[in-house]
């Protein structure tokens, strides 16, 4: 289905539109609210840009510091090329364990490769644990929001659904809801033969892996099953222990409005004793998937300083109307690929006017043009463009000489094509202030 298609069938839908705006609305004002708790809101956003831009620039040095001391620690690291490549590894890895059943945590990285299909296809079990995900598992759906996957249910569709499937009386209280899926999930944790999980930082200086949640679930994924496989994008390397501080004071805020998650799990290599908590195995798969191309322009690298919060989602006036299975993408709204596509290159710019708006809006702050000419997407700065203002080219960077090597020939990057980012290029992260500032109500042109 087309973009337009999926766009116009979700305006038709006034179930979908009631439940986005109740839950999008809902969203923004409890993050209104977490921000005015951070004692420097703007400062932790500065900080958390510059560890990133710090980190994308010498990210070669710091996924291999990350690997070796996750490896040191007791687990052991593998890299995906692409998303056939990770599900590769990960079915080996389950298929060598005789696994049948595997719990798996909130994880867009697995979303993004299809994991669940493959998984399937070799007569492996995958249960989604978070409730989000269980919602739309058990309705055979994808998610529809990075942070809320059934944020387009309303809580009548899921008590159907429930009742559908779980055999159980309709009810509209979410506490039995809950409570159902709990009493379900239970269960399948006591068999399941092996966790899966997603990561939201990888600590360099430590090897270690912090994932935060709000349910349990993740906490249980990776600590009963025997065996715990961790897939994360390399763009969620991180230097420092230290700088969880700034990511920890922004992501949950603006995530899902709270100071703090109700768990964060650090996990750092495998049991060492026999009665300590833990897996006995940990696998950390590390995916590339487009990201290092990514890196190597400098438009598109920005994306990859995105942490995933989904606050942009939220704010955005489209994904506000129609909701994310119309982008027809994993990564729906203004971090969506196709948009940093358009971002980069002007002449595969796809789709109506007001989504590349949207996207070039949610990504950088330079790019105040965009305010002026509507539907422009802004072309990644080039070497013409310097010679034409008198300016030297920025020096190169160390580039991903890393990936290169795992990757061989065959990887897509050219490490002369990587070139240090502006230091004007400030693009925010979380970037979702300026989308909410500035914005106009462009959904209704679709
Ligand atoms: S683009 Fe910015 S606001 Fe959107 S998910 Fe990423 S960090 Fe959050």
Same mark, same amino acid.
């Given at each position: 289905?087309?973009?337009?298609?999926?766009?116009?069938?979700?305006?038709? =839908?006034?179930?979908?539109?009631?439940?986005?705006?109740?839950?999008?609305?809902?969203?923004?004002?409890?993050?209104?609210?977490?921000?005015?708790?951070?004692? *420097?809101?703007?400062?932790?956003?500065?900080?958390?840009?510059?560890?990133? =831009?710090?980190?994308?620039?010498?990210?070669?040095?710091?996924?291999?510091?990350?690997?070796?001391?996750? !490896?040191?620690?007791?687990? &052991?690291?593998?890299?995906?090329?692409?998303?056939?490549?990770?599900?590769?590894?990960?079915?080996?890895?389950?298929?060598? &364990?005789?696994? &049948?059943?595997?719990? $798996?945590?909130?994880?867009?990285?697995?979303? !993004?490769?299809?994991?669940?299909?493959? +998984?399937?296809?070799?007569?492996?079990?995958?249960?989604?644990?978070?409730?989000?995900?269980?919602?739309?598992?058990?309705?055979?759906?994808?998610?529809?929001?990075?942070?809320?996957?059934?944020?387009? $249910?309303?809580?009548?569709?899921?008590?159907?659904?429930?009742? !559908?499937?779980?055999?159980?009386?309709?009810?509209? =209280?979410?506490?039995?809801?809950?409570?159902?899926?709990?009493?379900?999930?239970?269960?399948?944790?006591?068999?399941?033969?092996?966790?899966?999980?997603?990561?939201?930082? %990888?600590?360099?200086?430590?090897?270690?892996?912090?994932?935060?949640?709000?349910?349990?679930?993740?906490?249980?994924?990776?600590?009963?099953?025997?065996?715990?496989?961790?897939?994360?994008?390399?763009? $969620?390397?991180?230097?420092?222990?230290?700088?969880? !501080?700034?990511?920890?004071?922004? +992501?949950?805020?603006?995530?899902?409005?709270?100071?703090?998650?109700?768990?964060?799990?650090?996990?750092?290599?495998?049991?060492?004793?026999?009665?300590?908590?833990?897996?006995?195995?940990?696998?950390?798969?590390?995916?590339?998937?487009?990201?290092?191309?990514?890196?190597?322009?400098?438009?598109?690298?920005?994306?990859?300083?995105?942490?995933?919060?989904? %606050?942009?989602?939220?704010?955005?006036?489209?994904?506000?109307?129609?909701?994310?299975?119309?982008?027809?993408?994993?990564?729906?709204?203004?971090?969506?690929?196709?948009?940093?596509?358009?971002?980069?290159?002007?002449?595969?710019?796809?789709?109506?006017?007001?989504?590349?708006?949207?996207?070039?809006?949610?990504?950088? /702050?330079?790019?105040? &043009?965009?305010?002026?000419?509507?539907?422009?997407?802004?072309?990644?700065?080039?070497?013409? *463009?310097?010679?034409?203002?008198?300016?030297?080219?920025?020096?190169?960077?160390?580039?991903?000489?890393?990936?290169? /090597?795992?990757?061989?020939?065959?990887?897509?990057?050219?490490?002369?094509?990587?070139?240090?980012?502006?230091?004007?290029?400030?693009?925010?992260?979380?970037?979702?202030?300026?989308? %909410?500032?500035?914005?106009?109500?462009?959904?209704?042109?679709?």
């Amino acid at each position: 289905m087309t973009f337009e298609a999926g766009a116009r069938a979700a305006l038709s =839908d006034t179930q979908l539109r009631g439940a986005l705006r109740h839950a999008t609305t809902l969203f923004a004002e409890k993050r209104r609210a977490a921000m005015a708790t951070a004692p *420097d809101w703007e400062g932790a956003r500065d900080r958390a840009r510059a560890i990133k =831009d710090e980190t994308l620039l010498h990210l070669d040095r710091y996924l291999d510091q990350f690997t070796g001391n996750a !490896e040191r620690a007791g687990a &052991r690291t593998h890299w995906a090329r692409d998303d056939a490549e990770a599900c590769e590894i990960i079915g080996r890895i389950a298929e060598q &364990r005789g696994a &049948r059943t595997i719990v $798996k945590s909130k994880s867009m990285a697995t979303e !993004e490769i299809h994991l669940n299909a493959a +998984l399937a296809r070799r007569g492996i079990e995958p249960i989604e644990t978070d409730l989000g995900e269980y919602i739309i598992q058990l309705a055979g759906e994808t998610p529809s929001h990075i942070v809320a996957p059934a944020i387009h $249910k309303t809580k009548g569709q899921i008590a159907a659904l429930f009742a !559908e499937k779980l055999g159980i009386e309709p009810s509209d =209280d979410a506490a039995a809801l809950t409570a159902a899926a709990r009493q379900a999930l239970r269960r399948r944790f006591a068999e399941a033969d092996l966790g899966i999980s997603g990561v939201n930082f %990888a600590v360099a200086e430590t090897g270690t892996i912090l994932i935060l949640e709000n349910e349990g679930n993740a906490r249980l994924t990776t600590s009963v099953p025997r065996t715990h496989i961790a897939l994360m994008g390399i763009e $969620k390397v991180i230097p420092r222990f230290a700088d969880l !501080e700034v990511f920890l004071q922004l +992501l949950p805020r603006s995530g899902t409005g709270q100071v703090l998650t109700a768990y964060q799990s650090l996990l750092t290599g495998v049991k060492q004793r026999p009665d300590d908590e833990g897996p006995e195995e940990l696998h950390i798969v590390l995916l590339d998937n487009g990201r290092s191309r990514m890196l190597a322009a400098p438009v598109t690298r920005q994306a990859l300083a995105c942490i995933r919060c989904g %606050a942009c989602l939220n704010a955005c006036p489209v994904y506000r109307q129609i909701g994310g299975h119309a982008y027809g993408s994993v990564y729906a709204g203004p971090i969506d690929r196709r948009g940093v596509d358009a971002a980069a290159d002007r002449d595969r710019a796809i789709g109506p006017p007001a989504l590349r708006l949207e996207l070039v809006r949610c990504l950088p /702050r330079r790019l105040p &043009r965009q305010d002026r000419h509507p539907g422009a997407v802004a072309p990644p700065a080039c070497s013409g *463009d310097r010679a034409a203002r008198g300016q030297k080219s920025p020096p190169r960077a160390r580039g991903i000489s890393l990936l290169r /090597r795992r990757h061989g020939t065959a990887s897509p990057v050219r490490v002369d094509d990587a070139r240090r980012p502006h230091l004007a290029d400030r693009a925010a992260a979380p970037c979702v202030d300026q989308v %909410a500032r500035s914005a106009p109500a462009r959904a209704a042109q679709l």
